[in-house]
């Protein structure tokens, strides 16, 4: 069954995503990263500025099938075309369909009053259907990733 975590009080949602990408890249992990397709876009472009000395290297989905294939983080709208990964990054605001294909799930959540609620949602959306939830307070654990 998948493991699902939610990031909560994440205060810059783009920045602690590239810090987390950086992380899951070093440990070899593949990634997809979903969301709307601006919060994408802003992604994309702070991806390629954020840390000049430790690049991670990524696409978006509807590269050649070679280069996402090779692509360790692919940024998608939707899951359809991409390649079974072992990560899925939650940055939108719905339930990704067939994130449980995925062996681990994380929801990354801003402070915002329009994320909460939406997490809040999908929170109970999970534990309905009996995922075992882990939670990252960074309001409490100061901010990770």
Known sequence: MTEIAFHFNV???L?????L???AYLSGASVVVTGEAAMLTDLDQLMWSFSPAE?????RAGAAE????ASPVVLAESLKD???YGVLVNLGQ????EFERFERFIEVVAQGDEDRLAARSRWKHYTDRGYAMKR???ATAGEGA
Do not use: N, Q
């Open 66 to 69: 070679s280069t996402l294939a």
């Open 82 to 84: 991409c390649p079974h």
């Open 136 to 138: 990252h307070d960074l």
């Open 11 to 13: 205060p810059d949602k």
């Open 55 to 59: 690049f991670v290297p990524h696409c």
């Open 21 to 23: 990408l950086r992380k």
């Open 94 to 97: 719905g339930i990704p369909p």
């Open 15 to 19: 920045a602690y995503s590239c810090r």
